[in-house]
């Protein structure tokens, strides 16, 4: 009797609740559900999972009272939550209905922005084809916006979509090209609106933040500052309201820029504000680069707690991120399918036959991608051993090619004499062959007071003649000790990986695997067993 009552108050309750949202929304006019409409958007920004809820509440609300323009609205600010959030079945979901309002009311600008989203999630989903062709719709209604203010705004988001799709197809100079572009619209705007205003300088602070990035990965390291720098200008400015996402993303852009050019206490503090930030917006991908910065980085300073404590957000992240990955691969794939179908009656043909071929397809083209993967490995395999024979036989154990011709051809500080840097050199290649790199908790001031120099020159140098940053000219040193050790003494293939980490210097197997993977390209369990395997001595 008191569990029939304890529910029964339950559902009295729940029942009260679902009433007074019911009735808290069927209480407004039209205009004021607009209002609502767009409160609901902004939060979205803070609090995505509570703005989803209150646009759904107020999409379906104005479905009830067929106000189309209100639902349209709603639909397309879920559309970029969902997008956001990478729900892109939802997303697709969500474009459909919008675009079915936005035609009955010739919205060109909504449809203009549908359009562009639709390509935007066929791009995260790999079809770059797709993508290019949506995108290529929505100049059909971009050109017929007659707010100019509006129409540069679209046609800058519009560049930005092409830069992404250009960005995965791994072609900097396009990528580069549009993103200036999008600048270039963004600066025709007046922005004497707020809402425009505020847009300007939101699509501003995020392109020059993509172009930072982007130099950082050239290794321009003058163009990098001067886009970041730029991008934290608008950013950090309390009249510009940066989205919480985009101020995440431009915060760990610079940590990874500065991990990777060795000012680790920099890199450590903008990616813990890229970390807060992340909490608030939720954006799983960008929270597994903040991880894995802070790893990094806090290994570059000996923190070793904090460091094993990233390693493993970021181990446990990347899987989920991967398992996630293949359980919604196939989803979002029909639903483009689907989309087709709905084009055009005369193409049902082509699309049965595309759907009923996909499943094959994915299981021939990943059998095709395994065996070329392996192959490709053990390419790599091959060519390791040749050059660990070579350097045998050479009596050179150092797989880090000793290139002090770039004497003449690179420039140091203006501060290092040649001489100061020919010695210094030399210093470095005796600590080379020292096997004092073992040692676990060795750090770049170490370095520098041993070979009695400051960080500054060590870290240049190391980075002009070894081209690589001193953490990883250190595990490189380590990996190349533990792949002759393993070559040249049969025993080692013996022991487990925790004892062949410790004796290479790691502080754990996890950062040895990571490590000798990124050196080598496969694991060191491969290379142990295609060792055993060949019986190399």
């Given amino acids: 009797m008191n569990k029939t009552l304890y529910l029964f108050f339950i559902l009295l309750s729940f029942c009260t609740v679902f009433a007074q949202n019911t ?67 939802k997303s697709l979901e969500e474009t459909k209905f919008a675009e079915k309002y936005a035609k009955e009311l010739q919205y060109t600008e909504y449809l203009s922005d549908i359009h562009r989203m639709r390509s935007n999630v066929y791009g995260e989903m790999g079809l770059l084809k797709e993508s290019l062709e949506e995108l290529g719709k929505t100049f059909l209604y971009t050109d017929k916006i007659k707010k100019a203010d509006i129409r540069f705004y679209k046609k800058a988001l519009i560049y930005e979509s092409y830069a992404g799709i250009y960005d995965k197809k791994g072609d900097t100079n396009k990528q580069l090209y549009y993103r200036r572009k999008s600048i270039t619209e963004s600066n025709k705007m007046l922005g004497d609106r707020p809402t425009m205003f505020n847009a300007k300088f939101q699509n501003l602070a995020y392109q020059y933040a993509s172009m930072g990035y982007v130099y950082s990965q050239l290794k321009a390291k003058d163009s990098a500052d001067y886009y970041f720098g730029k991008a934290l200008d608008i950013t950090e400015d309390k009249k510009y309201e940066v989205y919480i996402n985009v101020r995440a993303t431009l915060y760990s852009d610079i940590a990874k820029f500065y991990n990777e050019n060795g000012n680790s206490k920099k890199a450590i503090l903008f990616a813990r504000r890229a970390e807060i930030l992340e909490r608030q917006a939720t954006m799983p991908y960008i929270r597994k680069d903040i991880y894995h910065t802070l790893f990094n980085s806090y290994m570059e300073t000996d923190k070793k707690d904090s460091s094993k404590h990233y390693l493993d957000q970021y181990s446990s992240l990347s899987d989920s991120l991967l398992k996630s990955e293949k359980k919604n691969m196939l989803a979002p794939v029909n639903q483009v399918i689907l989309d087709k179908e709905n084009e055009s009656k005369d193409t049902v043909r082509n699309v049965l036959i595309t759907s009923s071929t996909t499943f094959i397809f994915l299981i021939l083209g990943g059998w095709f991608y395994w065996k070329r993967k392996s192959r490709t490995v053990h390419q790599k395999y091959d060519v390791l051993i040749a050059k660990i024979k070579e350097e045998k036989v050479q009596q050179n154990n150092i797989i880090i090619p000793q290139e002090n011709d770039k004497l003449n051809k690179q420039e140091t500080f203006a501060t290092i004499t040649e001489e100061t840097t020919k010695a210094l050199l030399r210093k470095l290649e005796k600590f080379e062959v020292s096997d004092k790199y073992l040692k676990k908790d060795i750090s770049l001031p170490w370095l520098a007071t041993s070979l009695n120099t400051n960080t500054k020159y060590l870290s240049e140098i190391i980075k002009i003649y070894r081209d690589k940053n001193f953490n990883d000219y250190i595990n490189g040193l380590r990996i190349n000790y533990i792949l002759h050790k393993l070559v040249e003494q049969p025993h080692y293939r013996e022991y487990k990986i925790t004892y062949i980490a410790k004796e290479c210097g790691f502080a754990s197997s996890q950062v040895f695997v990571i490590h000798f993977k990124k050196v080598t390209g496969f694991t060191p369990s491969y290379f142990i067993e295609n060792l055993k395997k060949e019986k190399l001595l």
């Fill in 23 to 89: 009735t808290e929304l069927s209480k407004f006019s039209r205009e004021e559900l607009d209002v609502k409409i767009q409160e609901y958007k902004l939060l979205a920004h803070s609090n995505p999972s509570e703005g989803i809820k209150k646009l759904l509440e107020a999409k379906n609300q104005c479905v009830r009272i067929n106000h189309k323009d209100g639902a349209m609205k709603s639909s397309m600010g879920l559309v970029l939550i969902y997008y956001n959030d990478g729900d892109y079945k």
